[in-house]
């Protein structure tokens, strides 16, 4: 089966699996995935990604999730943002701010694929990929 949006896929994995509080979810192994999971690390929001096999014998990311003290997830809500029928581009200074920053918007630019603070502080923007708080 062909997947056309695989960001739009592993954000719906994620969703599912934090609601049934899974320890870990396997994804699409693609190179713009394991930018936003890379991204999903370096701010906190999961504990780690590795690459594995799936029983197919395809490349697949292995998420493990992040839970806090009281086994709540760390992630309450994730959305996506732009999408492959309507893009959503910003300039550097248009980037939101999720939640007056207690959340992020993770950004695709030229630079790669980084969180809104980390597109801020390189002075670049791009598409808006998702939201998550």
């Known amino acids: 089966m062909s997947m056309n949006d695989t960001v739009s896929d592993m954000l719906t994995r994620i969703r599912n699996a934090l609601t049934v509080n899974r320890h870990s979810v396997d994804l699409i192994a693609s190179s713009l995935n394991r ?3 890379g991204v999903l690390e370096r701010e906190g929001y999961i504990i780690s990604t590795q690459e594995i096999l799936d029983r197919r014998g395809h490349a697949a990311l292995r998420m493990v999730l992040k839970y806090d003290h009281d086994g709540d997830p760390v992630i309450s809500k994730i959305d996506r ?3 492959p029928g309507c893009r959503v ?33 390189a002075g670049v923007g791009g598409e808006i990929l998702c939201e998550i708080w």
């Open 35 to 37: 930018s936003v999971a």
């Open 89 to 121: 581009y910003r300039g550097v200074r248009e980037i939101p701010q999720v939640l007056n920053g207690l959340g992020i918007s993770v950004v695709s630019t030229s630079k790669g694929v980084m969180s809104d603070r980390e597109a801020r502080s």
């Open 81 to 83: 943002v732009s999408r």
